[in-house]
């Protein structure tokens, strides 16, 4: 059993906003999803969204909260029914990229400024297993724990004005995937070619919090060989 | 009276976009219970014009209407069917002949809307009996660049509606309080989840400054022209939500609207509830607003 240790607030009379420690810590990402699984399956918590985050888990409810001490009661009750964090991680996923490039606009400077070999760079990003804290900013957009603090690098002062979706990039003590084009400061080491959001798929995103990702380095001569590869294994994981 | 003859409509009814003004899209309430994927709740700015236009041409409150930023409007209808406007009145005209907000309208086949003149107010919505019936993608036929093959009205954009049933829309609903009118500039704001981070010097200039709404505005974001004094701690990111105010390291406040992004890592300062948003959404650039902030 674990006693309360997050913090309330209702926002609009509708919005349950709740808040751990500001920190990222694989425990509290799956605590965090753990509690979200659980409110969902109550049907006493009319929901429309309920959105995890590193430190926090807002719910938007279908109705205007009329006895918030009531609602933080049972929110509370349900929480310490959680007997314990389970260390439990979802599905791995395995993301092919080319690096550097026409694929990688930024790839040359992020070596250079992190004082690194090419190789180095591709070794140190590949190395790690990252966590899928929670998925926002844009569909299907992964934020990620585990970068490793060699590559921590600040965000660029100019943002670029348009990313190409698969962009694999690095942005302060993170790294992760652009999944549509969009505006965006981080600096694009590299791109996928494993599909993150496709609305003619069911789901349109496969990729979910507490999941993992494991990223590999390709020729750009497999780019396409390895899209039809990752649209099988999608496939095969969402039919079984 | 000019006569135009009709478009040819194949099965379906249909709308015919023939002149365009700043921003039209089609929306219903949103896309809801995606958040958790990125995807963002889009959806009408202003909700109680929407709904209004809704119900009075007899639909439920969520079917699919369009929203229009700006005046300069002109729309051909290929059959019969009823329409209504509300939000910002510019002068709505079929066939030349000048209709009133807030009522239900008879079109006919081939008659030509126009919403030609300034006026007070951004956003007005034209509803039509039944809904208009464009591609519904993840619960909702809120147009978004991400989610909708079209996302703007263009010129010549052709959009389905509902064939009128022989069930008669009923003339009496009115709505009494039109939106615009109880619309002043106080806003009423609640505090944001790092209203904390705030100087005192910096809550302080909400009680005196107004804010200018700026031409940079859109279904994202409402941005105003003023600086409030910045926070210097950094956050993680966390969720948003329409309604949100957030500032950035340079002091501009962003107030979300909806179709911004599910998670944000700037400082969430303040909070409006969606019935103060809908009066903000009505603001033209160079407009004036006060944040009238409570502890909620």
Redesign the interface.
């Known amino acids: 059993m674990i006693a309360p240790d997050f913090s309330y ?5 509708k ?1 349950l ?1 709740l ?1 751990w420690a ?1 920190e ?1 810590t694989p425990g509290q990402m799956h605590k965090i999803k753990l509690f ?1 699984d659980q409110l969902k399956n109550q049907d006493r918590f009319k929901w ?9 888990l ?1 719910i ?1 409810l279908k109705d205007p909260i009329s006895d918030s001490l009531e609602l933080i009661n049972s929110l509370q009750a349900t929480y310490t029914l959680i007997s314990e964090v389970p260390k439990e991680s979802g599905r791995i996923w395995k993301i092919p990229v080319v690096y550097g490039g026409i694929y990688g606009p930024d790839f040359d400077a992020v070596y250079k400024v992190l004082n690194m070999k090419p190789d180095e760079l591709i070794e140190k990003h590949t190395a790690s297993t990252y966590d899928v804290h ?8 992964p ?1 990620l724990g585990g970068l490793d603090p060699e590559l921590h690098l600040a965000r660029k002062d100019i943002p670029s004005a348009s990313i190409v979706p698969g962009s694999v990039g690095i942005g302060g003590s993170q790294t992760g995937i652009y ?2 084009k969009s505006p965006g400061g981080w600096h694009i080491i590299g791109n996928t070619p494993f599909p993150l959001f496709d ?1 003619s798929r069911k789901p ?2 496969v990729i979910q ?1 507490t999941d993992r990702i494991q990223f590999y380095s390709i020729p750009e001569s497999e780019m396409e060989a390895c899209r039809l590869q990752c649209f099988d294994e999608i496939k095969k994981t969402f039919s079984s | 009276m000019k006569l135009r003859k009709p478009f040819q409509a194949e099965s379906m009814p249909e709308l015919k976009v023939l002149r365009c003004g700043a921003f039209g899209s089609v929306q219903d309430m949103g896309r ?8 963002p ?1 889009s959806g009408v700015l202003d909700e109680n014009s929407a709904k209004s236009a809704n119900l009075i041409c007899g639909n439920p409150e969520n079917s699919a209407l369009l929203e229009l930023i700006g005046p300069g409007w002109e729309f051909e209808f290929s059959q019969d069917t009823n329409i209504s406007i509300c939000g910002s009145d510019w002068h709505p005209e079929i066939n030349q002949k000048r209709v009133s907000l807030q009522q239900n309208n008879e079109v006919k086949s081939g008659d030509i809307l126009t919403m030609k003149f300034p006026g007070k107010g951004r956003i007005a919505y034209l509803g039509i009996t039944g809904g208009f019936q464009t591609e519904e ?2 619960g909702s036929r809120s147009w978004h660049s ?2 909708t093959e079209s996302f703007i009205l263009k010129k010549n954009t052709i959009l389905p509606y509902s064939e009128l049933s022989a069930r008669k829309v009923d003339n009496s609903i009115f709505i009494k309080n039109h939106p615009n009118e109880t619309s002043g500039n106080l806003i009423k704001a ?1 505090r ?2 790092e209203w904390n981070l705030l100087s005192h010097d910096a809550i302080m200039q909400f009680t005196e400054k107004e804010w200018t709404v700026t031409n940079r505005s859109n279904r994202m974001a409402y941005f105003v022209e003023e600086k409030l004094i910045p926070i210097t701690k950094s ?5 948003v ?1 329409p ?1 949100i105010v957030q500032l950035t390291p340079s002091g501009q406040m962003i107030i979300l609207m909806k179709d911004a ?4 890592g700037y400082p969430r300062i303040l ?4 019935e103060e948003l809908n009066k903000i959404a009505q603001k033209n650039p160079g407009e004036k607003l006060r944040l009238c902030v409570s502890a ?1």
Do not use: C, M, N
């Open positions: 607030k209702i926002y609009a009379s919005i906003h808040e500001a990222i979200a429309i969204d309920v959105v995890p985050a590193y430190h926090s807002t938007f929670f998925i926002g900013f844009l569909p299907g957009f934020y999944p549509v609305l349109p995103i919090s | 809801t219970g995606f958040r958790h994927w990125g995807i709740v993608i993840l991400q989610f609640e944001g989840p956050i993680l990111t966390s969720a939500w309604g992004q599910t998670t944000g909070s409006i509830p969606q909620g």
